[in-house]
């Protein structure tokens, strides 16, 4: 009997025994289970996250062929309507339907070299007293700080302060060497563009400039050369490359500035006689005539003026980037 | 020395004075426009400047409240839209350096760091205001975001490059999943370079107008609609600086030193950043 009763408690713990392992067992397995889920989940997310990046990365490609095709499709009107001659028209009358951008072309091209030619020393002194002369010190500093700073004004106030200080300064300087005293013109625009643009091709230059090998340099100050002399032909000739993106990084931004320019040109269609004359750019076209365009193939001849705009910014943007690549590698 | 010497070294000189007369004359026109418009806007602000609606021509007064919070709203959202988008992009390209997508995203990305700003806000014109049916604040913050893209983008690439790759391979190493070593370890040690490229974008797209001018358009009144027109303080000045009237120039110069004041502190404070932990960009 004993023995029975043993036998039974022997069994009954054996049971009990038995149904911990299994219940542990299960837990084993659930923590499995749970853990395989997470990581399941781990991977999915995982997935999800490289996904969204790639598609996000695809996003910047399509935006920039759908702004490049809203440019094209949306100004096909105008370039059935007046061909390839539309860039050398001479007459932009919107009342007549008669569209040419030539008066534009120009005066961009005007205000935006002109701007270039009186920005280009500014620059390059800056870069090189940042490169060469003082790149260490508080002066090159607050002078590099300083600099970038003319950037971060806000392009409508330097139109504002155009207007409102440096017309009326050309207006007496036109009176003075006997042109149509108008103040509003090109000659303002460049001068404006002149100190919005500077600083692309000064910080540009400076970090070009600090990059010429010391070795070089030293070189030629062993064999005697002056300040000026290392300067002219060390420094240059190997930057020059580096230099020229400067420039044209400026001058990318000058083609497309659109408010200062519009608030100190003049606004009018009429081919400029000269530097002095008011005119009009293509942005400043655009930014005045846009909301006012009331007929299909006038607002389409606008936006082609967009299209050249941004397809002669894209091209000079990337010659500029490619330099730049090459002279860094 | 002989007199040959003499003109070399005189010549040097002669060009490192022209050099700093130069470099520092460029700094003058800043200045100059610095102070006028601060004189000339500083006394225009006040409480009533602030909060109330610029009045009708013909009554002096008047404040830019609408335009205020116009830009709040229209580069809020317009931030809403870019940064996200930004960053991720910005993972993208310096995760794949060297991947056939990369490239040909990173080459878009300095094609619209180049766009006239003008032209982004005619696409945006008909991808936004014809379809919805009229001017609004989105439009112009869509228009203002795409304008912010490519600085976003450019300054996380360019932080998350510094980082090195171990601090990638331990978290890798501890089992950590993709997404988390990025979100948990990659993003937190580059954030100093990211805030301040979220920064500068936001100080750039602060002053921008020409993308506003077809989009968001301006309003007179206060709205918070921003499926309607909305005023932006840089179209208020331009529109306001335009007109004739003294009145109105007023407000503009208020409204040109808040502006001034504000983008040029948000560059300080960039490069305060920047200097503080040593990030380039």
New interface residues.
């Given amino acids: 009997m004993d023995t029975s009763i043993d036998n039974n408690v022997i069994t009954r713990s054996d049971s009990i025994l038995e149904r911990v392992i299994t219940s542990t067992k299960i837990r084993d397995a659930v923590k499995g289970i749970k853990r395989i889920r997470r990581s399941h989940r781990?991977?999915r997310?995982?997935n999800?996250?490289?996904r969204?990046?790639?598609i996000?990365?695809?996003?910047?490609?399509v935006?920039?062929l759908?702004?490049m095709l809203?440019?094209i499709v949306?100004s096909t009107l105008s370039l059935k309507a007046s061909g390839i001659s539309y860039l050398w028209g001479k007459v932009w009358d919107p009342v007549r339907d008669i569209f040419g951008a030539y008066p534009f072309i120009l005066g961009t091209l005007l205000t935006s070299f002109l701007a270039l030619f009186i920005s280009i020393?500014?620059?390059f002194?800056?870069g090189?007293?940042?490169g060469e002369?003082y790149p260490k010190g508080w002066v090159a500093n607050l002078?590099k700080?300083?600099?970038?700073?003319?950037a971060?004004?806000?392009?409508?106030?330097?139109?504002?302060?155009g207007?409102?200080?440096l017309v009326p300064i050309v207006r007496s300087f036109e009176a003075k060497i006997g042109v149509d005293p108008v103040g509003l013109g090109i000659f303002s625009s460049s001068l404006i563009l002149a100190?919005m643009i500077?600083p692309y091709a000064?910080s540009l230059g400076r970090s070009m400039i600090q990059m010429v090998p010391s070795n070089l340099k030293e070189a030629a100050y062993s064999l005697g050369a002056?300040?000026?002399?290392v300067?002219r032909s060390v420094i240059l000739p190997y930057t020059k490359s580096g230099l020229f993106a400067g420039i044209l990084l400026s001058l990318?931004r000058a083609?497309?500035?659109?408010?200062a320019v519009t608030?100190v040109i003049g606004n009018t269609s009429l081919i400029p006689k000269n530097i002095f004359a008011p005119g009009n750019t293509m942005?400043s076209v655009?930014?005045n005539e846009?909301?006012e365009a009331d007929h299909p193939v006038y607002l389409s001849a606008?936006?082609e003026l967009?299209l050249v705009?941004?397809l002669v910014?894209?091209v000079?943007?990337?010659i500029g980037?490619r330099l730049i690549k090459g002279f860094t590698n | 020395m002989s007199p040959h010497v003499k003109y070399r070294i005189g010549k040097s000189t002669g060009f490192q004075i022209l050099t700093v007369i130069l470099a520092f004359s460029c700094v003058v026109p800043l200045i100059f426009i610095l102070i006028y418009i601060i004189q000339a806007g500083i006394t225009k602000i006040n409480w009533h400047f602030l909060t109330n609606l610029p009045k009708p021509v013909g009554e002096s007064g008047g404040g830019i409240a609408n335009a205020l919070l116009g830009s709040t709203i229209i580069i809020g959202i317009a931030s809403l839209i870019a940064i996200p988008f930004g960053i991720l992009c910005g993972i993208y390209l310096s995760e794949n350096k060297k991947s056939k997508l990369a490239y040909w995203s990173r080459l878009c990305v300095d094609i619209l760091q180049g766009v006239p700003s003008i032209v982004i806000g005619i696409v945006a014109y008909f991808w936004l205001v014809k379809p919805l049916g009229g001017f609004s604040a989105v439009s112009g913050s869509v228009a203002l975001s795409i304008m912010m893209l490519p600085i976003i983008v450019r300054s996380t690439e360019e932080t998350l490059l510094l980082l090195p790759d171990s601090l990638r391979e331990a978290a890798f190493a501890l089992g950590m999943p993709f997404h988390r070593v990025i979100l948990k370890v990659i993003i937190p040690c580059g954030i100093s370079g990211i805030l301040s490229g979220v920064m500068l974008g936001v100080a750039r797209i602060a002053g921008e107008t020409a993308p506003l001018l077809f989009t968001a358009f301006g309003n007179p009144y206060l709205s918070t609609n921003i499926f309607k027109p909305m005023q932006s303080l840089p179209l208020l000045i331009f529109n306001y600086a335009t007109s004739p009237y003294n009145d109105w120039h007023d407000l503009a110069w208020g409204a040109s030193c808040i502006l001034l004041i504000w983008v040029l502190l948000l560059n300080i404070f960039t490069k305060l950043i920047t200097r503080k932990w040593k990030v380039q960009l």
Avoid at chain 1, 145 to 150: F, G, R
Avoid at chain 1, 152 to 161: Q, T
Avoid at chain 1, 226 to 229: K, N, S
């Fill in positions: 781990q991977i997310a995982e999800v996250f490289r969204t990046l790639v996000v990365a695809l996003a910047t490609v935006l920039v759908g702004i809203t440019l949306q020393p500014f620059s002194a800056v090189i007293f940042l002369y002078l700080n300083t600099v970038e700073l003319i971060a004004v806000p392009s409508v106030i330097y139109g504002f302060w207007l409102a200080v100190v500077i000064a002056t300040r000026w002399e300067i990318g083609l497309g500035e659109t408010m608030m942005a655009i930014a846009f909301t606008l936006i967009g705009l941004f910014t894209v000079i943007n990337m980037k």
